[in-house]
């Protein structure tokens, strides 16, 4: 949708990333890095300087208190941390639980490993955990349950509840739970965002994962990280060895110093919940219905009443007719349904949001 919104000069809503600047003062921070020559390898987990910060990060966030040494590990954003962790510890043969709609690396990184996926399909408008279907899912080939909060493209949220059942079942049946929290900060409404690691009792069966390229609105520099147990955490490092080995140097330096600063991160949810009310604002008038957003910097909009194209023909229609690409909800389930929804990216510079709106609004 990003290459089709360039061949027609669209205003991109689809693919998520910010169109503003980022703080000058971790780019300041980056460069002093380069220029102080921290420009060779990093070692394979990460620099010990940004694994410590990290550490520092979870204990003060989540009241987790993790080794830097044995339990961060440092990777070329949140996607190759899902794939480290999935290629070390899904074996052919083993079953993963995947809830759609999800974000489009989860299947290809199971089965490239020999696993299979074990689609659950979660339904607008709340895209709640179906948790029969789960219970009826795990048996005795079950080896991961990959979860998403928040959730990009939903916007959902899990509760605490959802979590503690999350927690009872990988315990009583030795599943893995991979936590994609790469949202993290980005939550709205005054709710909480529940990780993994806020659960003592899911430590040995928990891996989370993290991006500061949506913390920092930097999606380019590909850095994240996972945190798990050393136990899980030594088995995940020998595939990271393999994959990327180790990190970009100066931006780890970088946002290492960066860190040091709670502030930088901590107003994140407030940020983007203005700009997805300021999206909100410009919905009105136009023939869109939003579901309910909690976290995420993404909006997903009901056209339902208002064409009886499938999603995938609308958002082309709107991206070559009328200026405006999204992304249509059918992409992220693996059995295409399609419940006549688009999703929008609301990580934008007002006056993109703006644009955008008028063009909503006519049709």
């Not at 949708?1 to 980056?30: C, K, T, W, Y």
């Not at 393999?242 to 330096?253: A, G, K, L, R």
């Not at 290492?256 to 940020?271: I, P, V």
Request: aromatic content about 10%; some cysteine.
């Amino acid at each position: 949708m990003s290459a089709l919104a360039a061949e027609h000069g669209a205003i991109n809503l689809s693919q998520g990333f910010p169109d503003f600047d980022i703080d000058p003062e971790l780019i300041r921070l980056v460069n002093d890095a380069m220029l102080g020559g921290h420009n060779q390898y990093a070692p394979m987990p990460g620099l010990p300087a940004l694994r410590e910060a990290i550490a520092e990060v979870v204990l003060r966030t989540y009241n987790r208190d993790t080794n830097p040494q044995t339990e961060v590990t440092v990777t070329a954003g949140g996607t190759a941390a899902l794939y480290a962790a999935i290629t070390a510890l899904v074996r052919p043969g083993d079953e993963v639980i995947i809830f759609d709609p999800s974000y489009d690396s989860y299947s290809p990184a199971v089965r490239l490993n020999g696993g299979t996926p074990v689609h659950l399909n979660l339904l607008p408008p709340a895209f709640g955990i179906p948790w029969q279907q789960v219970e009826n899912a795990v048996n005795e080939k079950t080896r991961m349950i990959i979860v998403n909060t928040p959730h990009n493209p939903c916007g959902s949220v899990l509760s605490e509840d959802d979590m503690r059942r999350f927690g009872a079942l990988c315990r009583a049946h030795d599943i893995i739970l991979l936590s994609d929290e790469v949202y993290e900060r980005i939550i709205f409404d005054g709710k909480q965002h529940h990780s993994v690691l806020s659960f003592p009792d899911m430590k040995d069966h928990a891996i989370a994962v993290f991006s500061f390229g949506k913390t920092f609105h930097v999606t380019g520099w590909k850095t994240g990280y996972l945190v798990a147990s050393p136990e899980l955490t030594k088995e995940i490092r020998k595939s990271h060895q393999f994959i990327t080995f180790s990190v970009n140097t100066p931006m780890q330096h970088g946002i290492a110093a960066y860190l040091k600063e709670s502030s930088r991160y901590t107003s994140l949810g407030q940020f983007y919940q203005t700009k997805r009310d300021f999206f909100l604002e410009q919905l009105k008038g136009s023939p869109f219905t939003a579901l309910p957003c909690f976290g995420s910097y993404f909006q997903i909009v009901s056209f339902e009443g208002y064409s009886k194209e499938s999603d995938h023909e609308l958002a082309t229609r709107l991206t070559r007719e009328a200026g405006i690409a999204s992304i249509p909800v059918s992409a992220f389930y693996r059995d295409g349904s399609d419940h006549h929804l688009l999703r929008f990216c609301f990580a934008k510079r007002n006056e993109t949001l703006e644009a955008a709106g008028k063009i909503l609004r006519t049709l």
